[in-house]
């Protein structure tokens, strides 16, 4: 027990250093960058707007790859909002420390729900449109990003939600996959 207790205060510690070095990099114009994107990000519309894109204007490989995503998304919300969440029941960043830049979500803080859904949905995506990654990863990074510098999670909670994201969108992919007939037998539209 003991040693879990350690490795937790470091943690803590360097949440709180990766804390500090975030908030000594605002200013107002990055501020309000980042506080578009995570809103922006709030309940994965970002993402499914990309997917009713991709889904619009993508063919069959961008109805795929929206179907992929949303499926990712699906999977990563339900583990890191439910058990993840219920087990850890971690406490948000103190405002009195560093006001937020936003309104304090109700729930706990770990782990990141926006950093999950935006590294499972790129995943996914990436996964049918490889193209995609290159414009996708730097956007989920922001967002995953943008949760520490507005002030509502610590970097940890980002960590554990894109490890939830980069597995959801890993277990969409082979999901979807299963389900998909033959490449040799599917002509491209």
Request: proline share 7%.
């Amino acid at each position: 027990m003991p040693d879990r207790v350690m490795t937790l205060e470091r943690i803590q510690r360097l949440d709180e250093t990766l804390m500090s070095r975030s908030a000594a990099l605002r200013s107002a114009q990055l501020d309000r960058t980042l506080v578009v994107v995570t809103q922006t990000a709030s309940l994965s519309r970002l993402w499914f707007g990309i997917a009713g894109g991709l889904a619009a204007f993508g063919g069959r490989r961008g109805r795929r790859a929206a179907c992929r995503g949303v499926g990712a998304i699906a999977v990563a919300s339900v583990v890191s909002n439910g058990p993840a969440k219920w087990l850890v029941r971690r406490h948000r960043p103190s405002a009195s420390a560093r006001p937020p830049l936003i309104t304090m979500p109700p729930s706990t803080s770990f782990p990141s729900g926006h950093a999950a859904s935006g590294f499972a949905f790129t995943l996914a995506v990436g996964a049918e449109l490889p193209a995609m990654v290159p414009l996708l990863a730097p956007l989920a990074g922001a967002v995953a990003y943008s949760r520490v510098h507005v002030g509502v999670h610590y970097p940890s909670d980002v960590a554990a939600g894109v490890a939830i994201g980069l597995a959801s969108g890993l277990l969409a992919t082979h999901i979807h996959r299963g389900n998909e007939p033959a490449k040799d037998a599917v002509q491209e539209g």
